[in-house]
Protein backbone atom coordinates (compact mmCIF):
# COMPACT_ATOMS: atom_id res chain seq x y z
CA UNK A 1 0.00 0.00 0.00
CA UNK A 2 2.86 2.59 1.01
CA UNK A 3 4.95 1.65 -2.78
CA UNK A 4 6.76 4.50 -3.80
CA UNK A 5 6.30 6.62 -0.60
CA UNK A 6 10.11 7.27 1.00
CA UNK A 7 10.64 4.58 2.96
CA UNK A 8 12.03 6.24 6.75
CA UNK A 9 14.71 5.06 9.25
CA UNK A 10 13.93 6.18 12.66
CA UNK A 11 16.58 8.68 14.27
CA UNK A 12 17.89 7.44 17.75
CA UNK A 13 19.92 10.35 19.17
CA UNK A 14 18.49 12.98 16.81
CA UNK A 15 18.83 16.62 18.17
CA UNK A 16 15.87 18.79 17.55
CA UNK A 17 14.74 21.99 19.03
CA UNK A 18 12.99 21.23 21.88
CA UNK A 19 15.55 18.71 23.24
CA UNK A 20 15.42 19.47 27.55
CA UNK A 21 11.94 19.92 27.23
CA UNK A 22 10.39 17.37 29.55
CA UNK A 23 6.57 16.74 28.78
CA UNK A 24 3.59 14.55 30.98
CA UNK A 25 1.19 14.08 29.00
CA UNK A 26 -2.21 12.48 31.36
CA UNK A 27 -4.31 13.09 28.76
CA UNK A 28 -6.32 10.62 26.49
CA UNK A 29 -7.53 10.56 23.03
CA UNK A 30 -7.18 12.89 20.62
CA UNK A 31 -6.62 16.58 21.19
CA UNK A 32 -3.83 15.87 24.32
CA UNK A 33 -2.12 13.62 22.00
CA UNK A 34 -2.13 16.08 19.24
CA UNK A 35 -0.62 18.78 21.59
CA UNK A 36 1.98 16.61 22.94
CA UNK A 37 2.83 15.07 19.09
CA UNK A 38 3.61 18.47 17.95
CA UNK A 39 6.09 18.87 20.74
CA UNK A 40 7.55 15.55 20.59
CA UNK A 41 8.72 15.96 17.05
CA UNK A 42 10.60 18.59 17.77
CA UNK A 43 12.66 16.89 20.10
CA UNK A 44 10.23 17.08 23.68
CA UNK A 45 10.71 14.13 26.04
CA UNK A 46 6.83 13.13 25.98
CA UNK A 47 6.23 10.85 28.74
CA UNK A 48 2.80 9.35 27.98
CA UNK A 49 1.32 8.34 31.90
CA UNK A 50 -1.04 5.84 31.03
CA UNK A 51 -3.36 3.39 33.11
CA UNK A 52 -1.40 0.00 33.29
CA UNK A 53 -4.84 -1.86 32.77
CA UNK A 54 -6.27 -0.04 29.76
CA UNK A 55 -3.62 2.56 28.66
CA UNK A 56 -4.46 5.41 26.98
CA UNK A 57 -7.99 5.04 25.21
CA UNK A 58 -6.38 6.13 21.63
CA UNK A 59 -4.88 2.58 21.36
CA UNK A 60 -8.63 1.28 21.47
CA UNK A 61 -9.41 3.23 18.40
CA UNK A 62 -8.46 0.08 16.03
CA UNK A 63 -8.82 -0.40 12.56
CA UNK A 64 -8.08 -4.05 11.12
CA UNK A 65 -7.30 -5.01 14.99
CA UNK A 66 -4.52 -2.02 14.27
CA UNK A 67 -4.37 0.65 16.44
CA UNK A 68 -3.33 3.08 13.44
CA UNK A 69 -4.33 6.65 15.16
CA UNK A 70 -1.85 5.23 17.96
CA UNK A 71 0.54 5.14 16.05
CA UNK A 72 0.43 8.12 13.85
CA UNK A 73 0.13 10.42 17.24
CA UNK A 74 2.05 8.87 19.89
CA UNK A 75 4.84 8.55 17.75
CA UNK A 76 8.54 10.01 19.40
CA UNK A 77 6.72 9.40 22.81
CA UNK A 78 7.47 7.33 25.58
CA UNK A 79 5.37 4.97 27.52
CA UNK A 80 4.76 5.05 31.70
CA UNK A 81 2.18 3.00 33.09
CA UNK A 82 1.46 4.43 36.48
CA UNK A 83 -1.75 4.22 38.45
CA UNK A 84 -1.43 7.62 40.53
CA UNK A 85 -4.85 7.03 41.64
CA UNK A 86 -2.83 4.68 44.49
CA UNK A 87 -1.33 6.73 46.90
CA UNK A 88 2.25 5.21 46.18
CA UNK A 89 1.70 5.91 42.33
CA UNK A 90 0.78 9.66 42.98
CA UNK A 91 3.81 10.34 45.10
CA UNK A 92 5.33 8.90 42.27
CA UNK A 93 3.83 11.06 39.68
CA UNK A 94 4.40 14.22 41.66
CA UNK A 95 8.12 13.60 41.96
CA UNK A 96 8.03 13.68 37.78
CA UNK A 97 6.23 16.28 38.13
CA UNK A 98 9.51 18.23 40.10
CA UNK A 99 11.46 17.40 37.17
CA UNK A 100 9.18 18.45 34.14
CA UNK A 101 8.89 21.27 32.32
CA UNK A 102 4.67 20.83 31.07
CA UNK A 103 1.57 18.70 31.77
CA UNK A 104 -0.92 17.85 29.77
CA UNK A 105 -4.33 16.87 31.02
CA UNK A 106 -7.75 16.81 29.46
CA UNK A 107 -10.17 15.19 32.53
CA UNK A 108 -13.63 17.21 32.90
CA UNK A 109 -12.48 20.47 35.28
CA UNK A 110 -12.61 19.65 39.01
CA UNK A 111 -11.36 15.81 38.58
CA UNK A 112 -7.66 16.90 38.44
CA UNK A 113 -8.04 18.58 41.77
CA UNK A 114 -10.24 15.76 43.64
CA UNK A 115 -7.53 13.10 42.21
CA UNK A 116 -4.82 15.50 44.97
CA UNK A 117 -3.37 17.50 41.35
CA UNK A 118 -4.88 20.91 41.48
CA UNK A 119 -2.96 23.40 39.84
CA UNK A 120 -1.83 24.39 43.31
CA UNK A 121 -0.56 20.99 44.28
CA UNK A 122 1.46 20.88 40.86
CA UNK A 123 2.84 24.56 40.69
CA UNK A 124 3.89 23.68 44.06
CA UNK A 125 5.82 21.06 43.90
CA UNK A 126 7.35 22.81 40.61
CA UNK A 127 6.73 26.68 40.36
CA UNK A 128 8.06 26.88 37.02
CA UNK A 129 5.65 24.31 35.30
CA UNK A 130 2.93 24.54 32.30
CA UNK A 131 0.28 23.24 33.38
CA UNK A 132 -2.36 22.56 29.87
CA UNK A 133 -5.62 21.42 30.57
CA UNK A 134 -7.91 20.74 28.04
CA UNK A 135 -12.07 19.83 28.24
CA UNK A 136 -14.75 21.08 26.34
CA UNK A 137 -15.64 23.84 27.61
CA UNK A 138 -13.64 25.47 29.33
CA UNK A 139 -12.34 25.56 33.22
CA UNK A 140 -14.64 28.14 33.80
CA UNK A 141 -18.97 29.07 33.14
CA UNK A 142 -21.77 26.87 33.28
CA UNK A 143 -21.08 24.12 30.98
CA UNK A 144 -17.33 23.75 33.13
CA UNK A 145 -18.36 20.36 34.64
CA UNK A 146 -20.04 18.89 30.85
CA UNK A 147 -18.27 16.60 29.29
CA UNK A 148 -17.31 17.66 25.92
CA UNK A 149 -16.57 15.32 23.33
CA UNK A 150 -15.50 17.08 20.19
CA UNK A 151 -18.48 15.96 17.99
CA UNK A 152 -21.12 18.53 20.60
CA UNK A 153 -18.35 20.95 20.52
CA UNK A 154 -18.55 20.94 16.52
CA UNK A 155 -22.56 21.34 17.02
CA UNK A 156 -22.98 23.84 18.95
CA UNK A 157 -20.29 26.44 17.89
CA UNK A 158 -22.26 26.34 14.51
CA UNK A 159 -19.91 24.62 12.37
CA UNK A 160 -22.19 22.05 11.57
CA UNK A 161 -25.22 24.40 10.99
CA UNK A 162 -23.05 26.23 7.93
CA UNK A 163 -21.65 22.85 6.68
CA UNK A 164 -23.43 20.52 4.23
CA UNK A 165 -26.50 20.53 1.77
CA UNK A 166 -29.06 23.16 2.60
CA UNK A 167 -31.75 21.01 1.77
CA UNK A 168 -30.46 18.29 4.10
CA UNK A 169 -29.49 18.12 7.70
CA UNK A 170 -26.54 19.97 9.32
CA UNK A 171 -23.43 17.80 9.06
CA UNK A 172 -20.37 16.65 11.30
CA UNK A 173 -16.83 16.56 10.07
CA UNK A 174 -15.48 13.12 9.28
CA UNK A 175 -12.52 13.61 11.95
CA UNK A 176 -11.79 14.73 14.78
CA UNK A 177 -12.05 18.32 13.40
CA UNK A 178 -12.37 20.10 17.45
CA UNK A 179 -9.27 18.06 19.00
CA UNK A 180 -7.16 18.33 16.44
CA UNK A 181 -7.66 22.44 16.05
CA UNK A 182 -7.40 22.61 19.93
CA UNK A 183 -4.08 20.20 19.90
CA UNK A 184 -2.67 23.10 17.45
CA UNK A 185 -3.59 25.73 19.60
CA UNK A 186 -2.29 23.71 22.66
CA UNK A 187 1.35 23.22 21.29
CA UNK A 188 1.37 26.96 20.50
CA UNK A 189 -0.12 28.13 24.03
CA UNK A 190 2.78 25.95 25.79
CA UNK A 191 5.32 27.34 23.66
CA UNK A 192 4.53 30.72 24.65
CA UNK A 193 3.96 30.04 28.51
CA UNK A 194 7.71 28.05 28.14
CA UNK A 195 9.04 31.22 26.37
CA UNK A 196 7.58 33.44 29.58
CA UNK A 197 9.52 30.85 31.85
CA UNK A 198 12.69 30.60 30.00
CA UNK A 199 13.30 33.96 28.84
CA UNK A 200 11.37 36.33 31.01
CA UNK A 201 11.80 34.04 34.34
CA UNK A 202 8.51 34.27 34.75
CA UNK A 203 6.40 31.52 36.74
CA UNK A 204 4.10 28.34 35.63
CA UNK A 205 0.98 29.10 34.74
CA UNK A 206 -1.99 27.24 33.82
CA UNK A 207 -3.44 26.71 30.56
CA UNK A 208 -6.76 26.94 29.55
CA UNK A 209 -8.05 25.53 26.67
CA UNK A 210 -11.43 24.78 25.42
CA UNK A 211 -12.43 22.84 22.44
CA UNK A 212 -15.02 24.94 22.12
CA UNK A 213 -13.47 28.19 22.16
CA UNK A 214 -10.69 26.90 19.75
CA UNK A 215 -13.41 25.61 16.96
CA UNK A 216 -15.40 28.88 17.30
CA UNK A 217 -12.42 30.66 16.48
CA UNK A 218 -11.67 29.04 12.99
CA UNK A 219 -15.36 30.29 11.72
CA UNK A 220 -14.23 33.35 11.21
CA UNK A 221 -16.49 36.55 11.37
CA UNK A 222 -19.66 34.37 11.49
CA UNK A 223 -20.89 36.50 14.82
CA UNK A 224 -19.73 39.53 12.98
CA UNK A 225 -21.78 38.76 9.70
CA UNK A 226 -24.78 37.90 11.65
CA UNK A 227 -24.53 40.92 13.83
CA UNK A 228 -24.39 43.04 10.45
CA UNK A 229 -27.21 41.07 8.32
CA UNK A 230 -29.00 39.34 10.91
CA UNK A 231 -29.14 36.07 9.18
CA UNK A 232 -27.17 32.75 10.03
CA UNK A 233 -25.12 31.62 7.35
CA UNK A 234 -26.76 29.20 5.16
CA UNK A 235 -25.27 25.88 4.05
CA UNK A 236 -23.59 25.52 0.36
CA UNK A 237 -22.21 22.56 -0.27
CA UNK A 238 -19.25 22.43 -1.37
CA UNK A 239 -20.00 25.98 -2.80
CA UNK A 240 -19.05 28.97 -1.26
CA UNK A 241 -21.14 31.84 0.24
CA UNK A 242 -18.31 34.76 -0.06
CA UNK A 243 -16.86 33.79 -3.42
CA UNK A 244 -18.03 31.91 -6.94
CA UNK A 245 -17.17 29.94 -8.38
CA UNK A 246 -16.24 27.42 -5.86
CA UNK A 247 -17.14 24.12 -6.12
CA UNK A 248 -16.63 20.12 -6.78
CA UNK A 249 -17.27 19.31 -10.10
CA UNK A 250 -17.61 15.26 -11.53
CA UNK A 251 -15.68 14.78 -14.15
CA UNK A 252 -16.05 12.64 -17.74
CA UNK A 253 -14.50 9.41 -15.95
CA UNK A 254 -16.34 10.04 -12.69
CA UNK A 255 -13.74 11.22 -10.93
CA UNK A 256 -13.80 14.68 -9.54
CA UNK A 257 -11.78 18.19 -9.18
CA UNK A 258 -12.47 20.79 -6.92
CA UNK A 259 -12.41 24.90 -8.43
CA UNK A 260 -11.76 28.00 -6.47
CA UNK A 261 -11.71 31.10 -8.21
CA UNK A 262 -11.58 33.42 -5.52
CA UNK A 263 -10.11 36.30 -7.12
CA UNK A 264 -11.34 38.53 -10.06
CA UNK A 265 -8.27 37.30 -12.59
CA UNK A 266 -9.11 33.14 -12.20
CA UNK A 267 -12.59 33.69 -13.00
CA UNK A 268 -11.79 35.97 -15.94
CA UNK A 269 -9.27 32.92 -16.81
CA UNK A 270 -11.55 30.33 -16.20
CA UNK A 271 -14.20 31.85 -18.42
CA UNK A 272 -11.70 31.83 -20.94
CA UNK A 273 -10.88 28.40 -20.66
CA UNK A 274 -14.28 27.25 -20.33
CA UNK A 275 -14.87 28.61 -23.92
CA UNK A 276 -17.52 31.56 -22.35
CA UNK A 277 -15.20 34.30 -22.92
CA UNK A 278 -18.57 36.91 -22.84
CA UNK A 279 -19.31 36.09 -19.04
CA UNK A 280 -15.97 38.63 -18.06
CA UNK A 281 -18.43 41.27 -18.86
CA UNK A 282 -21.86 39.86 -18.24
CA UNK A 283 -23.79 42.12 -15.71
CA UNK A 284 -24.75 38.84 -13.95
CA UNK A 285 -20.90 37.50 -13.53
CA UNK A 286 -18.49 40.35 -13.68
CA UNK A 287 -17.92 40.87 -10.28
CA UNK A 288 -17.57 38.43 -7.35
CA UNK A 289 -20.67 40.01 -5.48
CA UNK A 290 -22.74 39.26 -8.89
CA UNK A 291 -21.52 35.65 -9.35
CA UNK A 292 -22.14 35.09 -5.81
CA UNK A 293 -25.82 36.43 -6.51
CA UNK A 294 -26.11 34.53 -9.90
CA UNK A 295 -23.99 31.28 -8.87
CA UNK A 296 -27.27 29.00 -9.35
CA UNK A 297 -27.08 30.36 -12.97
CA UNK A 298 -23.08 30.05 -13.10
CA UNK A 299 -22.73 26.94 -11.53
CA UNK A 300 -24.43 24.64 -13.96
CA UNK A 301 -22.21 26.26 -17.07
CA UNK A 302 -18.66 25.41 -15.01
CA UNK A 303 -20.06 21.60 -14.18
CA UNK A 304 -21.44 21.13 -17.91
CA UNK A 305 -17.50 21.97 -18.74
CA UNK A 306 -16.14 19.62 -16.56
CA UNK A 307 -18.60 16.66 -17.07
CA UNK A 308 -17.36 16.51 -20.67
CA UNK A 309 -13.85 16.17 -20.04
CA UNK A 310 -11.49 13.85 -17.85
CA UNK A 311 -10.23 14.48 -14.66
CA UNK A 312 -6.66 14.68 -16.31
CA UNK A 313 -8.20 16.65 -18.89
CA UNK A 314 -9.38 19.49 -17.03
CA UNK A 315 -6.41 19.34 -14.53
CA UNK A 316 -4.02 19.86 -18.14
CA UNK A 317 -6.54 22.68 -19.98
CA UNK A 318 -6.70 24.80 -16.21
CA UNK A 319 -2.51 24.38 -14.99
CA UNK A 320 -2.07 25.33 -18.50
CA UNK A 321 -4.31 28.68 -18.21
CA UNK A 322 -3.01 29.08 -14.42
CA UNK A 323 -6.69 28.65 -13.12
CA UNK A 324 -6.95 27.39 -9.31
CA UNK A 325 -8.27 23.68 -10.18
CA UNK A 326 -7.28 20.52 -8.15
CA UNK A 327 -8.09 16.89 -7.79
CA UNK A 328 -10.17 15.44 -5.03
CA UNK A 329 -7.80 12.39 -4.30
CA UNK A 330 -8.65 9.36 -1.69
CA UNK A 331 -5.80 7.74 -0.02
CA UNK A 332 -4.56 5.56 -2.71
CA UNK A 333 -4.80 8.81 -4.91
CA UNK A 334 -2.16 10.28 -2.56
CA UNK A 335 -0.06 7.75 -2.04
CA UNK A 336 0.71 7.44 -5.73
CA UNK A 337 0.74 11.34 -6.45
CA UNK A 338 3.89 12.55 -7.67
CA UNK A 339 3.82 15.36 -5.53
CA UNK A 340 3.11 14.01 -2.44
CA UNK A 341 5.97 11.38 -2.69
CA UNK A 342 8.70 13.66 -3.90
CA UNK A 343 7.55 16.40 -1.01
CA UNK A 344 7.69 12.93 0.94
CA UNK A 345 4.62 14.90 2.47
CA UNK A 346 3.86 10.92 2.84
CA UNK A 347 6.09 9.01 4.09
CA UNK A 348 6.91 5.22 5.91
CA UNK A 349 7.74 4.34 8.89
CA UNK A 350 9.25 0.88 10.21
CA UNK A 351 6.38 -1.17 12.06
CA UNK A 352 6.31 -3.94 13.91
CA UNK A 353 3.16 -4.84 12.95
CA UNK A 354 2.48 -4.22 9.57
CA UNK A 355 6.19 -3.99 8.23
CA UNK A 356 5.65 -0.37 6.92
CA UNK A 357 3.25 2.41 7.89
CA UNK A 358 2.52 5.22 5.63
CA UNK A 359 1.74 8.79 7.78
CA UNK A 360 2.20 12.49 7.55
CA UNK A 361 5.60 13.74 7.52
CA UNK A 362 6.62 16.57 10.07
CA UNK A 363 4.37 19.36 8.53
CA UNK A 364 6.21 22.24 9.37
CA UNK A 365 9.78 22.46 7.83
CA UNK A 366 12.17 24.32 9.41
CA UNK A 367 15.27 25.33 7.44
CA UNK A 368 17.67 25.34 10.99
CA UNK A 369 16.12 23.45 13.89
CA UNK A 370 13.42 20.59 11.99
CA UNK A 371 11.96 18.26 13.67
CA UNK A 372 12.82 14.71 14.06
CA UNK A 373 11.21 10.89 14.38
CA UNK A 374 13.37 9.00 16.56
CA UNK A 375 11.35 6.28 17.46
CA UNK A 376 7.45 4.51 16.79
CA UNK A 377 4.53 4.66 18.98
CA UNK A 378 5.55 2.57 22.34
CA UNK A 379 3.99 -0.55 23.95
CA UNK A 380 1.95 0.25 26.78
CA UNK A 381 4.73 0.48 30.04
CA UNK A 382 7.40 -0.08 27.02
CA UNK A 383 9.38 3.22 29.26
CA UNK A 384 8.13 2.58 32.87
CA UNK A 385 11.25 1.41 34.13
CA UNK A 386 13.51 3.93 32.29
CA UNK A 387 10.84 7.05 33.08
CA UNK A 388 11.56 6.13 37.14
CA UNK A 389 15.05 5.86 36.93
CA UNK A 390 14.83 9.63 36.15
CA UNK A 391 13.58 9.96 39.96
CA UNK A 392 15.99 7.43 40.82
CA UNK A 393 13.50 4.47 42.15
CA UNK A 394 15.47 0.89 42.46
CA UNK A 395 15.15 -2.05 41.30
CA UNK A 396 13.35 -3.32 44.61
CA UNK A 397 10.59 -0.48 44.38
CA UNK A 398 9.64 -1.17 41.19
CA UNK A 399 9.50 -4.63 41.30
CA UNK A 400 7.41 -4.26 44.40
CA UNK A 401 5.09 -1.48 42.43
CA UNK A 402 4.75 -3.86 39.69
CA UNK A 403 3.64 -6.78 42.08
CA UNK A 404 1.03 -4.43 43.41
CA UNK A 405 -0.27 -3.38 39.87
CA UNK A 406 0.09 0.08 40.20
CA UNK A 407 3.30 0.10 37.07
CA UNK A 408 3.21 -2.44 34.17
Not at 323 to 352: K, M, N, S, Y
Not at 380 to 399: F, K, N
Request: proline share 7%; hydrophobic share 45%; glycine share 8%.
Amino acid sequence: MDAGLHQKEYEPGARAPLNGVRVLDLSRLVAGNVVTHVLADFGADVIKVENPATGDDLRHWRVDDISTHWKVYARNKRSLALDYRDPEGLALLLRLVAIADVLVENFVPGKLERMGLGPDILLEANPKLVVARISGWGQTGPFRAKPGFGSLVEAMSGFAAMNGYPDRPPVLPPLALADMITGLYGATAIMIALRHVEVAGGRGQVVDLSLFESMLSVLGPQAANYALTGRAPARHGSRSGTTAPRNVYRCADGKYVALSASMQQMAERLFRVIGRPELIVDPRFATNSARVAHNDLLDPIVAEFMAAHTQAENLALFDQAGVTVGPVCDPADLIAHDFVREREALIALPDPEMGSLPMHNIPVRLSETPGALTRPAPELGADTEDVLALIETDTAAIAALRERKVIK
